[in-house]
């Protein structure tokens, strides 16, 4: 057993994120598991960048109002208790909704290939978040 003391929470970079979107890691899968777990807080309107997951990501949320879309999809509301998967491949982004903090653990696992666990596209403009 292992106790891992609590680490400073991490800024998340303005190149992956819009808006202020602290994280802090809960597991980062020493070999030979290839399990990641984060808990994220996003301020109000803050979200991803549209980004993708080569094995999938699970997102439940704790706390607050998010809101989570698939390229071309609809954006979906998410709420406390509520939990998204989303499978290897699919774009997808996620944030606050407008007015609302929101927090939820992020999950997912390394592909144990040379494959990058998450690919990362473009902002999601302010226009496309407000488009609901």
């Avoid at 057993?1 to 809960?26: H, N, R």
């Amino acid at each position: 057993m292992e106790l891992l003391p609590k680490q400073p929470s991490t800024k998340g970079p303005a190149e992956l994120f819009t808006g202020d979107v602290y994280f802090d890691v809960i597991a980062k899968g020493e070999a030979p598991s290839r399990m990641r777990v984060n808990v994220v807080r996003f301020a109000p309107c803050a979200r991803t960048a549209w980004h993708t997951h080569a094995v999938g990501q699970t997102l439940h949320v704790t706390e607050g109002v998010g809101l989570v879309q698939s390229r071309g999809g609809e954006i979906v509301e998410m709420r406390p208790g509520d939990t998204v998967y989303t499978p290897p491949g699919e774009w997808h982004w996620h944030g606050a909704a407008p007015g609302h903090f929101m927090t939820h653990l992020a999950m997912w696992e390394a592909p144990g290939d040379d494959r990058p666990e998450t690919d990362w596209g473009e902002h999601v403009s302010d226009d496309a978040y407000g488009a609901r």
